[in-house]
């Protein structure tokens, strides 16, 4: 597999591991607004091919026709086969960013919020109506040409649901249906990067990855721990993802694994 990297702090720490099993890999700058690669990649096999930064990064995979290249995923709100396991799930509020000043006018309590979408254009986090509403008149003052690649939009889909006291975050990385590594990543309200999970919380991961064995070739799965037990938190671009404390090496090797020709959507 040639491995095409974005220089960020995950991706040295990713470097590293692919230093120790003797994996060669490049590094690269993404033009900004325009999102080619400096130095353009010399890639020997397209089918063969694994993009590791931002996300935007699946534009320039899927215009050079690159495999697996970016793991994109359909949103996991969309999964009818995970609804009775969500956190956050079917009953939540979707709104187009351009609906949100009318539909929360007058609004008072407080919602998290994230896009519909796996874009990343803005973090799940738990915020007022009030700084939705001005989040939301930031970007609509904006022509739709102003705005930057990436970037939420006038008609970005944002979920809103209330928030919901959470006891334990873990991250998974799942590679063609098998979970390969994991991370505990918070704690209550403090963030902690530790190699481990509760063994509950990880048959429970097991057991999303094989309600939905046709997702992603490749993924991030994060689920939760609540006073109301156990939940699925959302799912991830694997090549955009933190990686907090994860066994790298064991995602290279299982990533190695794949075949030509997959993944890639």
Request: glycine share 6%.
């Amino acid at each position: 597999m040639q491995w095409i990297l974005q220089k960020f702090e995950d991706t040295a720490k990713l470097s590293e591991a692919l230093d120790r099993l003797g994996v060669s890999y490049s590094w690269h700058k993404v033009v900004p607004f325009v999102g080619d690669l400096e130095p353009e990649p010399v890639v020997a096999e397209r089918n063969n091919v694994v993009l590791f930064g931002s996300y935007t990064l699946w534009r320039y995979a899927e215009r050079m026709d690159y495999r697996p290249g970016v793991f994109r995923l359909s949103p996991f709100l969309h999964q009818a086969c995970w609804h009775p396991y969500l956190l956050n799930g079917p009953d939540a509020l979707i709104l187009q960013l351009k609906d949100i000043p009318k539909r929360l006018a007058g609004e008072t309590r407080d919602w998290f919020l994230r896009p519909v979408d796996d874009a990343k254009q803005e973090p799940g986090n738990v915020k007022s109506s009030s700084e939705i509403i001005a989040l939301a008149d930031r970007v609509l003052a904006l022509d739709e040409d102003e705005i930057p690649m990436g970037s939420l939009r006038h008609d970005t889909e944002l979920m809103l649901t209330r928030p919901v006291r959470i006891l334990k975050e873990w991250r998974l990385w799942v590679v063609d249906n098998r979970i390969v590594t994991y991370s505990l990543y918070k704690e209550g309200s403090r963030v902690v990067y530790r190699p481990e999970i509760d063994p509950e919380a990880y048959e429970f991961a097991r057991q999303m990855v094989a309600l939905n064995p046709s997702y992603a070739q490749a993924y991030v799965l994060d689920v939760c721990l609540t006073e109301d037990g156990l939940k699925l938190l959302e799912t991830n671009c694997l090549n955009a993802a933190g990686f907090y404390a994860a066994d790298l090496q064991k995602l290279v090797v299982a990533i190695e694994a794949l075949p030509p020709h997959g993944g890639g959507r």
